[in-house]
Structure formats: structure tokens, C-alpha cells
């Protein structure tokens, strides 16, 4: 009896330590992330750049569950949202959702596959989900309030002339953000293999 007991406190202790541990861990990432968030390329047209704050999200997604890494990508842009705005929260918004879209179904994938090609699916995947979710979020939600922000859709386009074709939102979308979206995708793909296969064994 005295040994069952003890056993039972041991497999508590673990429990409880296990999840101290993932906790602070994905404190963490969180705050690593929102560093990242900070250092962002210059602009490919506009309002789109490329940043790295996703990698921390990827890695906390395929050690601790999808659920780790959509708290990594709220908590990075409600800080972004709170402290260095510069888009009235809606590009926070906009990257929380995108984001997601990326990191969460990545991670039920690669968690859930066992075949040596996992990463490859999971990425694979999410940048379909990604580009999908950007091209609703950008429609629907983000341009239309970067056009009432900036005064007129006409000052939208004009962030993106170099790329021709582009004469309204439709075209914008198609032709300027969802190339971006499938390049981000397959770039952070191929970093966040690496760097989870480099941190696997020591988070």
C-alpha cells in the first residue's frame, strides 16, 4: 500500500513538473517570438514583410500540441498590438489569423504522421491553409481597412506597382500577396524543420 502510494506521488510530481516546465517553455517562445515579430524585412509591397516570428510558434507547436502554438501567436501580437502597433492592431490581427492557419494545422499533421515525409506534408499543408486564410483575411478584412486607414484603394495600389497586373483588390490579392504567402510558407517549411530538429532533444 505505502508502495502504491508512493509511486501514485512520484507520477504527480512528474505531471506537475512536466507541465511547469512546458509552461515556462512556451513563456518562453512566446517572448522569443515577439522579439522576432520586431526584426522584420523591409516591405515586399506595403504592408507585407517577412519576419521569422513564426519559427518559435512551429517548434512550441510540434513539442507541446497544436493548442502551444496558437498561444505563442496570440500572446506575440497582443504585446505587438499593445506596445508597437503601427496598423491600429489591424496587421496583428491579420498575422495571428494567417499565422494559425499555418502553424496549427502543421502541427496536427506532424504529430499525428508517422512517415519519414511528415515534415514535408505538414508544411506542405499549411502553406495551402496559410495562402487560403490570407486570401479570405485580405479580402474581406485587412485591405478593406488599410483603405479606409490610408485614405482610398488608389493609395493601396500605389504600394504595389511594381508588380504588373495589379489594378484592383482582386488582383492585388492574386497576383502581390498570395505569391508571397506560398514563398513564406515554404521558407519558414524548411527553417522550422531544421530548428525543431535542432531543439527537439534539448526543450
Do not use: W
Not at 519559427?55 to 510540434?62: D, L, Q, R
Not at 501580437?77 to 496583428?92: D, F, P, R
Amino acid at each position: 500500500m505505502k508502495s502504491m502510494t508512493h509511486e501514485s506521488k512520484t507520477k504527480t510530481a512528474k505531471g506537475k513538473t512536466y507541465t511547469t516546465k512546458a509552461m515556462v517553455t512556451i513563456s518562453l517562445l512566446s517572448a522569443l517570438s515577439y522579439v522576432l515579430m520586431l526584426l522584420e524585412s523591409p516591405a515586399y509591397i506595403g504592408f507585407l514583410r517577412l519576419e521569422l516570428s513564426d519559427i518559435p510558434a512551429i517548434v512550441g507547436a510540434f513539442q507541446f500540441g497544436p493548442m502551444a502554438g496558437l498561444i505563442i501567436e496570440l500572446i506575440k501580437n497582443l504585446i505587438k498590438g499593445i506596445t508597437a502597433t503601427k496598423t491600429a492592431g489591424i496587421g496583428e490581427l491579420a498575422n495571428f489569423i494567417v499565422s494559425t492557419a499555418y502553424v496549427v494545422p502543421a502541427a496536427i499533421i506532424f504529430r499525428k504522421m508517422k512517415s519519414r515525409y511528415k515534415s514535408v506534408v505538414s508544411f506542405g499543408a499549411a502553406t495551402v491553409c496559410m495562402t487560403v486564410a490570407g486570401f479570405l483575411m485580405n479580402y474581406f478584412v485587412t485591405i478593406p481597412m488599410y483603405v479606409t486607414l490610408s485614405g482610398g484603394m488608389e493609395n493601396v495600389l500605389a504600394t504595389a506597382t511594381v508588380i504588373p497586373g495589379i489594378k484592383d483588390k482582386l488582383t492585388l490579392i492574386l497576383y502581390g500577396i498570395t505569391p508571397f504567402n506560398i514563398g513564406k510558407g515554404i521558407f519558414l517549411g524548411v527553417l522550422g524543420h531544421y530548428t525543431y530538429r535542432y531543439l527537439k532533444g534539448r526543450l
